[in-house]
C-alpha cells in the first residue's frame, strides 16, 4: 500500500495559495499541470490509480492557523480522489508547538507507532513545511521504517521550493524536486560507519558519480 506524508504548513499572513510547482529535476513522478497549495499532492497525482486505496498521515503542530491549512488539505485530497477514483485512510499526528528533545522523541515514536504493524508499504514524504526541526524529524522516522518495518520502501522524498520576488507584481517561481538521494546517501554513510575503509570519501564519490580524486 502506498502511504503519503506530510507536515501541514503554518503559514500565517497571506495564507496559501495554489501554485504550479513545476518540475526541478525531470522527475517523472513530479512532472505535472496542476495547481497546488501542497507539493505532496504531485507525486500523489502521478502514483496513485484508480480503485487504490492509500494512507495519508499528516503531522500538525500545534499553532494557531494550522487547523484551517489542514481543512484546506483535505479539500485538495477531496477533490483529488475525486478525479482520480481513489479512496484513503487519513490519520493525524498532533505535536506540541515545542522545539525540546521531549516533544520531538515524542513526535519520532508517534512516527513509529503509525508504521507499526503494517507491511509491504511504499512511502512518499514531503518535506517541504513545518519548523526547521521537522524535515530532520522525518528522515529519522523514514530510516526507521525503511530498516526496521516489514518490506517498507521509500519511493519519494519532495520538497516544494518557492522563490518570492521583489516585484510583487510579479509570482513567486515554485519548483518541486526529488531529494531522496540524500536519505539513501545518509544511509550509505551509516552502513560504511562498520567498515574499515582507508578512504571512505573515494567510495562516496563512487556512488555519486562525482569527478576528480578523493
Do not use: W
Amino acid at each position: 500500500m502506498k502511504r503519503f506524508i506530510l507536515t501541514i504548513p503554518i503559514q500565517t499572513g497571506r495564507g496559501l495559495k495554489k501554485v504550479h510547482y513545476e518540475c526541478g529535476d525531470g522527475t517523472e513522478l513530479l512532472k505535472n499541470n496542476r495547481e497546488t497549495s501542497f507539493p505532496i499532492i504531485v507525486p500523489m497525482s502521478n502514483a496513485v490509480k484508480k480503485d487504490e486505496t492509500i494512507k495519508v498521515t499528516a503531522l500538525l503542530i500545534d499553532r494557531e492557523k494550522v487547523p484551517v491549512n489542514y481543512e484546506l488539505f483535505k479539500q485538495e485530497l477531496d477533490e483529488l480522489a475525486n478525479e482520480i477514483g481513489f479512496k484513503y485512510e487519513l490519520n493525524d499526528i498532533r505535536m506540541d508547538d515545542r522545539e525540546d528533545s521531549k516533544t520531538h522523541l515524542k513526535l519520532f515514536k508517534d512516527l513509529a507507532r503509525e508504521f507499526a504493524g503494517s507491511s509491504d508499504e511504499e512511502l512518499y514524504a514531503s518535506i517541504t513545511y513545518g519548523t526547521k526541526p521537522m524535515p530532520m524529524l522525518m528522515l529519522m522516522a523514514l530510516t526507521y521504517a525503511y530498516k526496521l518495518c516489514d518490506s517498507f520502501t521509500i519511493e519519494s522524498i519532495v520538497y516544494g521550493s518557492m522563490v518570492h520576488s521583489t516585484d510583487d507584481s510579479v509570482p513567486p517561481k515554485c519548483c518541486i524536486y526529488d531529494v531522496s538521494s540524500l536519505f539513501y546517501l545518509n544511509s550509505a554513510v551509516n552502513n560504511m560507519a562498520g567498515l574499515d575503509l582507508d578512504d571512505p570519501l573515494a567510495l562516496i564519490d563512487q556512488m555519486t558519480n562525482e569527478e576528480g580524486e578523493a
